[in-house]
């Protein structure tokens, strides 16, 4: 079976094609800068020695355009892995916001869609590309199932206590507004695989992931009990381009002193922050290589960051009542060792110790960097939320054949 998964952002495409289910994974890309001049698409197929990787700039004005150039790699007779779209099975889209009505993996159908097309406002920068994303798929891959898999999913096991915001109730029994965490499918996966690399299933463990969007979980019995994201993804860590936690009452000066419109207000926190507002730089590298020439503006945004990291990592072992291991994944916790060099300082007295030597090497393999007396282990797992998203779907297509077969 050939499962495509797709994560669709506003500007650009992640795609990964596998077969099932021995989840080999066939060919992965990325289609960047939609809609701008100078769109490019890089697709790799193969690993090690056998790995090509294909880079192309082109004109995409648009999702559909960008799929369909996807789709001709696909099928192509140089770096193709199959003869046509009609030979994918499964599309398996992720989908940020899933509020609360979905609590696991679901087929793609119109009430599906008309739900997360419900869920744009909570979710402004990710939710509507979702969708799109859907749609197109939709229209070239018309012999594939849809499948939707929910960044919000993991952490639906969240207790009411963790979920819940101190303002009227009714705020959420009507208005549904609450906690609801993202990156799920990242914490999920690199959450098993520690309990795996620890041989404890009931491990407690704080996952971080640090991409563009940054979260924290705490994970006890490979349930999610509390996270650093909230109603949208802009709360908790600082991020790329989002401010995380912020006093609300900075809302109501920007709108009430300072005549900022709320929409600008939303721009501001969403797309202007973070360490972009902070640096002038979105990307760990390029504020990593100003730091190091001496910037007193990228070494505090660095001190910032971490330093949020570490208040939830305080907040989290209170609220586990032990801890067994740290993850850090993603694109920054996975490469920046600086980053996991300032979060892990003077942590001992939590039984945090970082091994120097083993955070500085280089290694895709998942793997401890934490001193050998270090009472809690300090993980480095590379997230696959792609080949996560694709054994979900594998598990709603047998859970569905399975109730059907029951119901004959
Ligand atoms: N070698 C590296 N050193 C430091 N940061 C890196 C490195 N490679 C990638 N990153 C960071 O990872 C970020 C992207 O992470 P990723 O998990 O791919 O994010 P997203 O899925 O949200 O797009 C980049 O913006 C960059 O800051
Ligand atoms: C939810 C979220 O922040 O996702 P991303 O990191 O892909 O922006
Ligand atoms: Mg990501």
């Avoid at 289609?31 to 100078?38: C, K, M, S, T």
């Avoid at 929910?150 to 952490?155: I, K, L, R």
């Avoid at 996975?334 to 290694?363: H, P, W, Y």
């Amino acid at each position: 079976m050939n499962i495509f998964v797709v994560n669709s952002g506003s500007s650009s495409i992640k795609y990964q094609l596998f077969r099932m289910p021995s989840e080999t994974p066939l060919c992965s890309g990325l289609v960047e800068r939609i809609g701008l001049d100078n769109a490019a698409i890089t697709h790799q197929t193969g690993t090690g020695e056998e790995e090509k990787v294909v880079k192309r700039t082109l004109s995409l004005p648009d999702h559909e355009a960008g799929l369909l150039a996807v789709t001709q790699l696909l099928a192509s007779p140089e770096v193709g892995m199959i003869q046509d779209p009609q030979e994918i099975d499964v599309v398996g889209h992720r989908v940020v916001h899933g509020g609360e009505a979905f609590a696991a993996t679901a087929f793609i159908t119109p009430a599906v869609k008309a739900e997360i097309k419900k869920l744009f406002s909570l979710a402004p920068l990710h939710n509507p590309s979702n969708y799109l994303g859907i749609e197109v798929a939709e229209r070239i891959f018309t012999n594939a199932r849809q499948i939707a898999v929910f960044d919000t999913a993991f952490h639906q096991t969240m207790p009411e206590k963790a979920f819940r915001y101190a303002i009227p109730n009714a705020f959420y029994t009507e208005q549904r507004i609450r906690a609801y965490g993202f990156h799920g499918t990242s914490h999920k996966y690199v959450s098993e695989q520690a309990a795996q690399y620890l041989q404890k299933p009931e491990a407690k463990l704080i996952t971080i992931h640090l991409g563009n969007g940054c979260s924290m979980a705490a994970v006890a019995n490979g349930r999610s009990i509390d996270t650093s994201m909230g109603f949208g993804p802009l709360a908790g860590l600082v991020m790329g381009t989002r401010s995380g936690d912020i006093d609300p009452s900075i809302i109501f000066h920007l709108i009430n002193q300072l005549g900022y419109s709320p929409e600008q207000v939303s721009t501001l926190l969403n797309k202007q922050s973070g360490m972009l507002g902070l640096t002038g730089h979105s990307d760990m590298r390029d504020i990593s290589q100003e730091m190091n020439e001496g910037s007193h503006e990228a070494a505090l945004a660095y001190d910032m960051y971490a330093y949020r990291i570490k208040k939830y990592i305080g907040a989290y072992a209170a609220v586990l009542n032990g801890l067994d291991a740290i993850v850090f994944t993603a694109g920054v916790g996975e490469n920046d060792a600086t980053v996991r060099a300032d979060v892990c300082q003077d942590m001992d007295f939590l039984g945090i110790q970082l091994d120097i030597e083993k955070n500085q090497e280089r290694s895709k393999r998942p793997r401890e960097i934490n001193t050998p007396g270090s009472r809690v282990k300090i993980l480095l797992i590379p997230t696959n939320e792609e080949l996560e998203i694709a054994q979900q779907c594998i598990t709603l297509l047998e859970d569905s054949r399975a109730a059907s077969s029951s119901e004959n």
